[in-house]
């Protein structure tokens, strides 16, 4: 922040959990993040307004939009953005915001990412079939008809391993996370 | 030539065709992939979405493991995503002072550590193309793909985000179209090859996902492609698995097979279909192996059942 600006805790809060995140100080509002989405159209906000809206201090606004769970982690903005923003990782500092705040109501994604890692700290590995049941029969019960053709091929091709894996020193594996959960995000 | 090997967790189940035909190409273009012991999941983008230092302390576990495992200097991966989060922590474990500290702090809490910079990461492709060589793969093709048309497909996280010592230009790579082009087949053009196959929104929003996946569907069809290939389990899974979910919602007809550039390879090698794992993708690549005289085998199909004609009380039904 420039002198003479009042004090503005959520982008110094941004800046702080994003490497290089000192870069959105520097952002042009040039819109070349928003034109190279692939699912900017299905945001709240574009890119360029979502950092204008955090310059702005809207931190409510920003933690509930839909548009860091709508970031497909393509790389294309942060590859074209002419001041070298991280701007995929920023949507990854405001993801772990909205959780840590539990400013999210409308959404699967935030709970589709969690039960992914749950999995994780469980096994040492991700396990796909369960992940799928466990997410769509919490949230999308429904939709498990349309989900059906899809999972029944996976399983007369072999393609879905019916068991989890574990690896053999899941211990060192959460002693490690556990560590690093209590430490700061950067 | 010896390398670290990362398979990552789709290895072992729905990309378990991937893994097979890297295996089988290993021996003739003499890669020695030496499996991480005891490795875990790279967490894919879920866990970063999470918390980050977590993240990175995950992705690390893998990168100290490797670095440790008898003189490893070079890991390779063959799945976009965990070459990526392995690169990237590496990378950015070395660029900020702060990450690396909290990530070997972390590492700590489970005796071990990593120092950035020990290892390189590879993405299998870079190690075909630029270890092994074209001209050694070209000499070694007994079956060219002569007349098959084929659509390179990069996907996002084999060449983005930049971080230094880029293999490819991000936008519009062409390291497996000269690949595809040494084994004989007709390599299309595909202003798409580094777009988006929608990754984990197949499950968040399926509607953004069957866009993405029409998009690149689309544009390999325009172009006459007779399979796309790939470079990325996801990728895979995407426009693989969810094509006739694609085709139903927005009335197309795609009928394209997607296939790994290994398996692309070991055809050109004149190994057979089956020991390539190709089989077992949902879109059948029989049609695309018949225009080069390979043979593949289906699973059997199961017999259909017979309907009861006695007169006793009906079956349940759901």
Same mark, same amino acid.
């Not at chain 2, 492609?225 to 006739?244: E, F, G, K, R």
């Not at chain 2, 190994?271 to 059997?300: D, N, Q, T």
């Given at each position: 922040?420039?002198?003479?600006?009042?004090?503005?805790?959520?982008?110094?809060?941004?800046?702080?959990?994003?490497?290089?995140?000192?870069?959105?100080?520097?952002?042009?509002?040039?819109?070349?993040?928003?034109?190279?989405?692939?699912?900017?159209?299905?945001?709240?906000?574009?890119?360029?307004?979502?950092?204008?809206?955090?310059?702005?201090?809207?931190?409510?606004?920003?933690?509930?939009?839909?548009?860091?769970?709508?970031?497909?982690?393509?790389?294309?903005?942060?590859?074209?953005?002419?001041?070298?923003?991280?701007?995929?990782?920023?949507?990854?500092?405001?993801?772990?915001?909205?959780?840590?705040?539990?400013?999210?109501?409308?959404?699967?994604?935030?709970?589709?990412?969690?039960?992914?890692?749950?999995?994780?700290?469980?096994?040492?590995?991700?396990?796909?079939?369960?992940?799928?049941?466990?997410?769509?029969?919490?949230?999308?019960?429904?939709?498990?008809?349309?989900?059906?053709?899809?999972?029944?091929?996976?399983?007369?091709?072999?393609?879905?391993?019916?068991?989890?894996?574990?690896?053999?020193?899941?211990?060192?594996?959460?002693?490690?996370?556990?560590?690093?959960?209590?430490?700061?995000?950067? | 030539?010896?390398?670290?090997?990362?398979?990552?967790?789709?290895?072992?189940?729905?990309?378990?065709?991937?893994?097979?035909?890297?295996?089988?190409?290993?021996?003739?273009?003499?890669?020695?992939?030496?499996?991480?012991?005891?490795?875990?999941?790279?967490?894919?983008?879920?866990?970063?979405?999470?918390?980050?230092?977590?993240?990175?302390?995950?992705?690390?576990?893998?990168?100290?493991?490797?670095?440790?495992?008898?003189?490893?200097?070079?890991?390779?991966?063959?799945?976009?995503?965990?070459?990526?989060?392995?690169?990237?922590?590496?990378?950015?474990?070395?660029?900020?002072?702060?990450?690396?500290?909290?990530?070997?702090?972390? +590492?700590?809490?489970?005796? @071990?550590?990593?120092?950035? !910079?020990? *290892?390189? &990461? =590879?993405?299998? #492709?870079?190690?075909? %193309?630029?270890?092994?060589?074209?001209?050694?793969?070209?000499?070694?093709?007994?079956?060219? +793909?002569?007349?098959?048309? @084929?659509?390179?497909?990069? !996907?996002? *996280?084999? &060449? =983005?985000?930049? #971080?230094?010592?880029? %293999?490819?230009?991000?936008?519009?790579?062409?390291?497996?179209?000269?690949?595809?082009?040494?084994?004989?087949?007709?390599?299309?053009?595909?202003?798409?090859?580094?777009?988006?196959?929608?990754?984990?929104?197949?499950?968040?929003?399926?509607?953004?996902?069957?866009?993405?996946?029409?998009?690149?569907?689309?544009?390999?069809?325009?172009?006459?492609?007779?399979?796309?290939?790939?470079?990325?389990?996801?990728?895979?899974?995407?426009?693989?698995?969810?094509?006739?979910?694609?085709?139903?919602?927005?009335?197309?007809?795609?009928?394209?097979?997607?296939?790994?550039?290994?398996?692309?390879?070991?055809?050109?090698?004149?190994?057979?279909?089956?020991?390539?794992?190709?089989?077992?993708?949902?879109?059948?690549?029989?049609?695309?192996?018949?225009?080069?005289?390979?043979?593949?085998?289906?699973?059997?199909?199961?017999?259909?059942?017979?309907?009861?004609?006695?007169?006793?009380?009906?079956?349940?039904?759901?």
């Amino acid at each position: 922040m420039t002198e003479g600006q009042t004090k503005n805790d959520f982008l110094s809060e941004v800046i702080a959990k994003t490497a290089g995140g000192e870069t959105l100080l520097t952002c042009l509002q040039c819109g070349t993040c928003g034109g190279s989405c692939p699912s900017g159209p299905d945001m709240d906000y574009t890119p360029r307004k979502l950092f204008a809206m955090i310059q702005a201090d809207m931190k409510e606004e920003v933690l509930q939009s839909n548009t860091p769970w709508y970031c497909v982690s393509c790389y294309y903005c942060m590859t074209r953005c002419p001041k070298d923003i991280p701007i995929t990782d920023i949507m990854y500092t405001l993801k772990n915001m909205a959780v840590e705040a539990k400013y999210y109501d409308s959404s699967d994604a935030p709970d589709f990412s969690e039960s992914f890692i749950g999995y994780v700290e469980k096994y040492g590995r991700s396990f796909e079939l369960g992940l799928a049941t466990r997410y769509h029969l919490t949230h999308k019960p429904l939709s498990k008809f349309s989900y059906g053709p899809f999972a029944l091929g996976m399983l007369m091709k072999n393609r879905v391993s019916l068991t989890p894996e574990r690896i053999e020193n899941i211990d060192q594996l959460r002693a490690i996370l556990n560590k690093a959960k209590s430490l700061e995000v950067v | 030539m010896r390398y670290g090997y990362y398979p990552g967790c789709s290895l072992g189940s729905t990309a378990a065709p991937y893994d097979q035909s890297t295996k089988a190409i290993a021996k003739p273009l003499g890669l020695e992939l030496e499996e991480i012991h005891d490795w875990n999941c790279c967490g894919a983008t879920e866990y970063f979405s999470i918390q980050k230092t977590a993240a990175y302390a995950l992705v690390a576990r893998n990168l100290a493991l490797a670095a440790n495992q008898g003189g490893i200097t070079q890991l390779t991966a063959p799945c976009s995503a965990c070459y990526l989060n392995l690169r990237k922590t590496d990378n950015y474990m070395g660029k900020y002072p702060e990450i690396n500290a909290h990530t070997n702090e972390a +590492l700590a809490a489970g005796g @071990l550590s990593y120092k950035p !910079g020990s *290892l390189k &990461v =590879r993405h299998l #492709l870079d190690v075909v %193309v630029n270890d092994v060589g074209l001209d050694a793969i070209k000499e070694k093709v007994t079956s060219p +793909l002569k007349g098959l048309r @084929l659509a390179p497909y990069y !996907g996002c *996280l084999l &060449v =983005r985000p930049t #971080l230094g010592e880029e %293999v490819d230009d991000p936008e519009y790579p062409t390291h497996l179209d000269e690949l595809l082009d040494v084994v004989g087949a007709t390599v299309v053009d595909f202003p798409l090859k580094a777009h988006c196959c929608g990754g984990h929104m197949t499950q968040i929003s399926a509607d953004t996902a069957y866009e993405l996946i029409r998009r690149i569907l689309q544009n390999a069809d325009e172009y006459k492609a007779d399979a796309i290939v790939t470079v990325c389990p996801m990728c895979q899974l995407n426009l693989d698995a969810y094509q006739s979910q694609v085709n139903g919602h927005f009335g197309t007809s795609f009928n394209l097979p997607i296939l790994y550039f290994t398996q692309i390879i070991g055809l050109a090698f004149g190994m057979k279909p089956k020991e390539l794992g190709i089989g077992k993708e949902i879109v059948s690549a029989s049609p695309l192996l018949s225009k080069i005289g390979a043979e593949v085998e289906e699973p059997e199909a199961r017999p259909a059942r017979r309907r009861r004609d006695d007169k006793s009380l009906p079956m349940p039904k759901i």
